[in-house]
């Protein structure tokens, strides 16, 4: 993938919030699934940052990102109603907007409280000074309604790039992503298709021209090598992913040459198919 | 955890590197170890950046981290014999020194290569212009063995600040962190106690003043409640994360007061031990 050009693709940074993300408690799974998400689509996340729950790293972290004017900059993590959720916060600050309570939102956190007290979610509906928290939006936002959890999501502009500021809950976030951001980046999905090669006894430093022939040829694809370690043979998976209207067919040909190469090479292979879209 | 203090504790950034990160492949689980680890040396990630194989973006992630003056970069991928890695190139040109030839690094490699001929993991162990390429390192920089793979890692440093080039095949990072990284953070392990309540009916906003409270009466630990959603009723996960020569004595301390104040709010919970160290 050498000429993944910003200037075609909707590009998108991720920031994700959250110290449980940097001391070893989880794996950041949602930037993996946004980043799945946001290539069916037809865009591409050009950066991602990860900073823990203090304020002037949330702000720099959102400053430097609107800088860099992607089209589109999604938070996940820090709408919740604890004190050291304080995303919607650092966003304001970074692009020097009021916090201030939104009637919409607290609207939206009212009719979550009751649905969830009917259910028998919660003990009670009271808006405590926590939940209330949850309606204080940087000033111009859109709240975006929480079907799953309490807390609101976040849309927002600021020189044509777009903030979406959804939960670090990964229900809460999926359901938000696709219900308002994924029309944002394209009406449709793109159909992807994705074929892996496992290589067996071709070290990747032999592979490595083979692949950089191909990747030279076919720059709008991900074409790369994975090397896995070496199991007794050395083994190497090979990607191949492309997105878009001839995209099969041009799989298909990748294919066809790196199938030529490989056996002249001598190398064992086998493929894994991911078809998907 | 309300004043992780950057000035008193070593402060490390991550880099990694690659495609696979950000289009959906794989979950970044090399950060998850590495801050797991640091946590445990006593230091704290700060900031962690993941960019796709691109040397634009390679090249001004390092410079801002540069900038920010942390104890440690340290990157992870792109160290290998194919075309797209490029976090060496992107290393030399972010703190203006040129690329070169190390010839502590070739011999590294060509040992390395004699070893894996003669396990029968690869069919020659030539050097070809691939795996040479693997040799060329930031001047001044000290070539790290790999004892798991071929490609050595990188220590150099700029301006008090060390960065560390590691790989990103996750068994040859681990090795090299372990054996090269670590004890520049620590010469040894200090004691963690994490304990995670689990409290089942008790929303994450009725609990948050609590939890406040005590996150403000112990600053230097991780007290954190994650909310994993409702099943039924409301389910809070509330950690306590502690680390030091008093650590131990601490959590008791926290706990005891978090207990005392769940059963005043009538919550039931219950304690799943994780004790380290």
New interface residues.
Partial sequence: ??L?KSSSMFTVEVISVG???????????N???????I?SLGG???????????LT?IVS?IR?AVNRKPDLIITTGGL?????DRTLEGVALAINVELEECEEALEMIKTRLEE?FK??????PDL????RKMARLPKGSKPLANY???APGVLIEVNKTKIACLPG?P??MKDMFDRYIAPLISKEEIEVVEVNFVIE?L???????E??KL?HKYPEF?I???????K???VVEV?V?GRGERCKEIVEEVLLELESSLKKLGARFYKQNKNKG
Same sequence: chains 1, 2.
């Fill in positions: 993938m050498l993944l110290n449980e993300l940097l001391n070893g408690r989880i794996a950041n799974t930037l993996q699934w946004l980043g799945g998400r290539y591409w996340i050009r950066r991602a940052v990860i900073v823990p729950d203090v790293e972290t430097e919740g109603p604890t004190y050291d969830l259910m028998g979610v919660i003990d009670s405590t000074e926590s939940r799953v959890g309490t809950v229900a809460e006894d070290p990747e430093a032999i592979l490595a021209p692949i950089e990747a991900y790369k090598s994975h090397p896995k370690g070496f007794g043979k050395s990607q992913k």
